[in-house]
């Protein structure tokens, strides 16, 4: 299968098993037309020696996404356990062995023009092969961008809902058509908030700081992972609280959150070096135990993992190649 071409993949849609080709939506979609539709994304991490497929926290992605859902009271009829079924059936009806992203999508389904939301809800899982989303090995040159992160009271920053994502967007577009690796929001109130797809976390004095749930944030579930390492592995004291911009100048070393960026360092922002300008020893090593505790290779963070192959050989073999270009299509 070529990277760019996913047509053949066998998607999730309107109860069925079909292939992405057939898997269409009409041009009056509601959701098309008024973005209300809600997405979540979840990796999957092949091990090759393993012969499995790891699903990270799948059960916590459903259920926010379930919850999201009902804040545009979007229903999802199946429980997050069958919906985690489905997606561990894709992957084995797709038979893959590479790194793979998964992608829920509920929306609005009412085939006519009209704001005003009605009940037909539908929803699709799609999965596709997937590798890296940032180029991070060497640190991230991150940039404050003039665009301001939504607020609560006009569309929830906390809920994937697909017309927010237009603040990412164009925050992302910004930042890049700048120079910049990355957008890091502000909040209206100056505060800052996080990235364009990914959460933000700085060090600074010795503790590991990131914004607070009430700083429109997505409360990332990789967010919960890296505060969970750093606490139980480094000992790091984890501190929620607003951040200011000055702060971000000033800290010892910073870094993004993700399920696509996984941590990914930040050795510059706003063409400032942060700390000595290299990525630092917690980020290193908060990449270090986030990767090998997503493979399976770490015995207390196993619990987060669910392997979609039921049965799987020790036999050793070569990692697959995933080139995987359509990261912006994809992955947020
Ligand atoms: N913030 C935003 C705006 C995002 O889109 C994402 C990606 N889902 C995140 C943060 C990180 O969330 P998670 O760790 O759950 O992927």
């Known amino acids: 299968m070529k990277a760019e071409d996913h047509s053949d993949v066998i998607v999730y849609f309107k109860n069925q098993y079909v292939p ?22 979840i990796r999957g991490y092949w091990e090759s020696r393993e012969k499995q497929l790891y699903l990270v926290r799948p059960m916590d992605h459903y259920r926010r996404w379930k919850a ?16 985690c079924e489905i997606t561990t059936e894709l992957i084995r009806r797709n038979h893959f062995e590479s ?15 009209g704001v005003n939301p009605d009940e037909q809800d539908a929803f699709a899982v799609m999965v596709i092969p997937f590798g890296d989303y940032l180029d991070s090995v060497h640190g991230l040159h991150a940039g404050v961008v003039s665009w301001r992160r939504i607020e609560d009271n006009a569309i929830p920053g906390r809920a994937k809902i697909c017309g927010s994502y237009v603040n990412s967007a164009l925050a992302g577009d910004e930042a890049r058509r700048n120079g910049f690796d990355e957008a890091i929001f502000l909040t209206e109130s100056g505060h800052v908030a996080e990235g364009a797809t ?61 399920t696509a960026v996984e ?58 190649l995933v080139g995987v270009s359509d990261r912006d299509l994809w992955a947020v």
């Not at 999201?68 to 919906?83: K, P, Q, T, V």
């Not at 750093?230 to 000033?250: I, T």
């Not at 941590?263 to 942060?274: E, G, K, T, Y």
């Open 99 to 113: 790194h793979v992203y998964v992608r829920p999508l509920a929306y609005k389904s009412a085939v006519r023009i």
């Open 68 to 83: 999201h859902s009902g804040i545009i009271r979007i229903g999802i009829g199946l429980e997050a356990s069958e919906l």
């Open 20 to 41: 992405l080709r057939e898997a269409n939506i009409s041009i009056l979609t509601h959701a098309l037309h008024y973005g209300t539709g809600v997405f979540d994304g």
């Open 263 to 320: 941590v990914a360092p930040v050795v510059r922002v706003d063409h400032r070096n942060i700390g000595s300008g290299t990525i630092g020893p917690v980020s290193a090593e908060l990449r270090h135990l986030y990767l090998d505790a997503t493979r399976g290779r770490m015995a207390a963070y196993r619990h987060w993992l669910m392997p979609a192959y039921e049965t799987a050989s020790t036999a050793p073999e070569e990692p697959q």
């Open 198 to 258: 990914c959460n933000i976390f700085l060090m600074r004095g010795g503790k590991l700081i990131t914004p607070c749930g009430s700083e429109n944030i997505l409360e990332g579930i990789t967010r919960n992972c890296i505060a969970e390492l750093a606490h139980n592995e480094l000992h790091l004291e984890v501190v929620e609280r607003p951040v200011d911009r000055s702060e971000l100048y000033l800290a010892d070393e910073i870094f993004f959150t993700g």
